[in-house]
Each structure stands twice: as structure tokens, then as C-alpha cells.
């Protein structure tokens, strides 16, 4: 089963982690970032309706990045397409 996740204000359930080019999640209107440093901007653009996608390499940036509730979905290159396979519980929270 993938996980969803709402597409800011928009309505619109997207996966909650895709490989980068998925039609599933559509990047016109969305903010697209390569990390979630910037916590006052997620926040302000979270509170705007604006989507929040994140690109990821790795499972820690993933990880960090679906630990923000202001995230819709996190985008992982397609030489990482393993990253999809991730437990995302045990990923958080441990074995």
C-alpha cells in the first residue's frame, strides 16, 4: 500500500514518497526543495496551501524530510529507487 499524503490546500492526495518524474506528483504550483532547513519558510509556505515537495538521496534525508507535517511528498532520484522500499516505521523509530 503507498502511503498518501495531502498536496497543501489543493484537495489532491499525492504518495508520500515517489521517484523524481512521477505524473502522481505534479511540481507546477509546488515548492520544491532540497531540504528542510529552512523551517520558517515551510512553515509559512505550509500555512499558504502551497504543496511542499522535498528531494532526497538518501534514507536519512528521507527520513528527515516525512518527519515535517508541512512535507507532501519527498522525491528520490531514480538511481535511488530503492529508497521506495524503506520501512518508514522502523526507518523512525527502530527495529
Do not use: C
Not at 520544491?32 to 534525508?61: M, Q
Amino acid at each position: 500500500m503507498i502511503r498518501q499524503r495531502w498536496f497543501g490546500a489543493t484537495g489532491q492526495r499525492v504518495p508520500e514518497l515517489a521517484v523524481e518524474g512521477d505524473p502522481d506528483v505534479p511540481l507546477d504550483h509546488a515548492l520544491v526543495l532540497d531540504d528542510v532547513s529552512d523551517e520558517k519558510r515551510l512553515h509559512a509556505e505550509y500555512e499558504n496551501g502551497t504543496p511542499i515537495v522535498v528531494r532526497a538521496g538518501n534514507a536519512d534525508e528521507v527520513r528527515r524530510a516525512l518527519a515535517r507535517p508541512e512535507i507532501a511528498s519527498v522525491l528520490v532520484p531514480e538511481s535511488a529507487r530503492e529508497l521506495l522500499e524503506l520501512d518508514l516505521t522502523e526507518l523512525t523509530y527502530g527495529p
